[in-house]
């Protein structure tokens, strides 16, 4: 088992920035990949970007590329997202998941979940 726990959501004006983290514990997949997801309401859950736990691969999606930023600390085996410039819809509730395998951009290619932190924009 993988536990994931979020970290750092909360209200921010447009243009600011905030950092998540998520902590991992347990089994985790240390040949694996970490992702951002995050979900609006009524909106289905979207990437938002992966991180591989070895070479620290990445890659993001369109939508928050040169404002978003993941990395990892695999000493503490946590995995931030530094979001920049934030816009009004970025508001979601962001989920931290665990995977086995690189690439991994759907949902269905991540085991675990954390229980997700909110991010709220005001404009």
């Known amino acids: 088992q993988v536990q994931l726990v979020e970290s750092g959501g909360g209200l921010v004006q447009a243009g600011r920035s905030l950092r998540l983290s998520c902590a991992a514990s347990?089994?985790?997949?240390?040949?694996?990949?970490m992702g951002w997801f995050r979900q609006a309401p009524g909106k289905e859950r979207e990437f938002v970007a992966t991180?591989?736990?070895?070479?620290?691969?990445?890659d993001s999606a369109d939508s928050v590329k040169g404002r978003f930023t993941i990395s990892r600390d695999n000493a503490k085996n946590t995995v931030y997202l530094q979001m920049n410039s934030l816009k009004p819809e970025d508001t979601a509730v962001y989920y931290c998941a665990a995977g086995r395998k690189y690439p991994a951009y759907r949902t269905s290619d991540y085991d675990y979940w954390g229980q997700g932190t909110q991010v709220t924009v005001s404009s």
């Open positions: 347990g089994r985790t997949f240390r040949s694996g990949v």
């Open positions: 991180i591989t736990w070895i070479s620290g691969r990445t």
